[in-house]
């Protein structure tokens, strides 16, 4: 069998009376049929593909909040599960704080204050028209009326910063009824990333209840070796084993995990973010931009010789041989550079008998 392969192919070669140093191979369509030489196009590359490393799905530290108790007391209710879209403002959770009573009496009180020194302003202010009292009197009654509005303003945050909205406040202002429920209420639209209370706890002030995140970012946090930090630049692209997720690299850490030698690199997911969750540990390909256009060609449509590597470019009489230089290798595939327009058709099967069509069976494979 190997003398016949052999005898097709020095026929072919006698035929065509191609040299190496012609770069070209003159040969029919028959003789391409029966060599069993495959032709197809070019895929165009932009980016090589380095190599892999494991990545971790973050959220920014800017886009997530915690939703603690704002006073001391019972949780009653939670109303919000993990996953779950949230909006700022929404309930999550009640609960009850004796505290907040506190701050309403407070709050009432101080209001009331305030209504009398308001009453007193209005008659002094009055009086001062018509000459009954001094000036010095007004000037004591003005400073007596802006420290009670002072006192009741500060109330008024504190039941503000206890949870209650202004609505609330405006309706214990006319009804006068305290109240002991306390609604928290998300501090940012997003999706609840953890529940960190349980139902019929005890929570003190500022014990966190939920963790919200806004996910209209997400990054990629990256562990690359150390040795391989060279060759990873911030523009470069990542990508998932399926091609779904896509990010760019907006950041090199400065520093060496001792643990593992390794090195975080953020990346900042630009598509396929739909099919991440927070902490989600995936495996990405590092892709680095290429400085100029370049192809991906199946490894078998390579020809090596004397150290060098070369295509076979279909023509009218054949094929012509062209030189290129591959720029890296994966998964079977090589990124080649090479002045080509990228509407080429090659041969992608068959190039170790063009080979030898074009050396005249005199070179190594």
Known sequence: MRSIVFSVL????????????????????????????????????????????????AVPVNRELLLTASQPGLLTQLQANLGDKVEKGQILAQMHSPGLVALQQQYLTARGNLHLASLERRRDKTLLAEGVIAERRWQETQAMYGSKA???????????????????????EKSHKLDSLLNLRAPISGVVLERMATLGSRLDIQAPVYRIGDLSELWLEINIPSER??????????EDENGRVRA???LLGQSVNRENQTMQVRAVVQGGADSLRVGQTLNVQIQQAGRQAGFKVPNAAIAQNGGKSYLFVRNTDGFAVIEVDVVGRQDGEALISAPLTGQERIAVRGAVALKANWLGMGGDE
């Not at 035929?15 to 070019?42: F, H, K, P, T």
């Not at 930090?229 to 990542?238: C, L, N, Q, T």
């Open 10 to 57: 020095m026929g072919c070669a006698c035929a065509a009376g191609a040299a190496a140093e012609d770069m070209s191979i003159r040969i029919s369509a028959e003789q391409i049929d029966n060599l069993a030489i495959e032709v197809g196009g070019l895929q165009p590359s932009r980016h090589l593909s380095v190599f892999y490393a494991p990545a971790r799905v």
């Open 229 to 238: 930090m060279a060759s990873v630049h911030i523009g470069d692209w990542v």
């Open 248 to 250: 760019k690299i907006t």
């Open 150 to 172: 002072a006192q009741a303003d500060e109330a008024r945050q504190l039941l503000l910063m206890a949870g209650m909205s202004s609505s609330d406040i405006g309706v214990l």
